[in-house]
C-alpha cells in the first residue's frame, strides 16, 4: 500500500471508527468535497460541522476498499458502504475520485454511487 492508498484507508477507518483526530492532518484546509447524493462542502470547517452532524444521525458499520486505480496526483477508490440510520441498515457501491496536494493530503473528493445488489435481467 503506499502512501496515498494508506491516506484514504485511514479517512475511510475514520467513519468505522468514529474517531476524526487525525483528520486535519489527511485533509487540505481548502478541500472541496462532493457527496455521491449531492450535497457539496468547501473547506475543513464545513467538513468538520458535516462531520459533527453525521455523527449524530448515522452509524457507518463498513467502508471497504475494492480497488484503487491511480494517475499522476489523483486516485480513484472503488468502494463497498453500509451503515445504519435510524436502525435502518442500508450499503451501497461507490466510487471516489481523490485528489491529493504535493504534500499528500487530500484536496478534492467527488464520490459517486450504485446499488449494491446488481441484476443481470436478460439471462
Not at 8 to 32: A, G, P, Q
Request: glycine share 4%.
Amino acid at each position: 500500500m503506499n502512501e496515498k492508498e494508506a491516506v484514504i484507508k485511514e479517512y475511510f477507518d475514520m467513519w468505522v471508527l468514529r474517531d476524526f483526530k487525525n483528520i486535519y492532518n489527511i485533509f487540505d484546509s481548502d478541500i472541496y468535497y462532493s457527496e455521491c447524493y449531492g450535497p457539496e462542502y468547501q473547506g475543513i470547517s464545513e467538513i468538520h460541522q458535516w462531520i459533527d452532524k453525521m455523527l449524530k444521525e448515522q452509524e457507518v458499520i463498513e467502508w471497504t476498499i475494492k480497488r484503487f486505480i491511480h494517475q499522476a496526483n489523483t486516485v480513484v477508490v472503488e468502494w463497498f458502504f453500509k451503515d445504519k440510520v435510524q436502525d435502518k441498515i442500508s450499503g451501497f457501491d461507490g466510487i471516489s475520485i481523490i485528489e491529493f496536494t504535493e504534500y499528500v493530503t487530500i484536496n478534492s473528493i467527488k464520490e459517486f454511487s450504485s446499488e449494491a445488489l446488481h441484476t443481470t435481467p436478460f439471462r
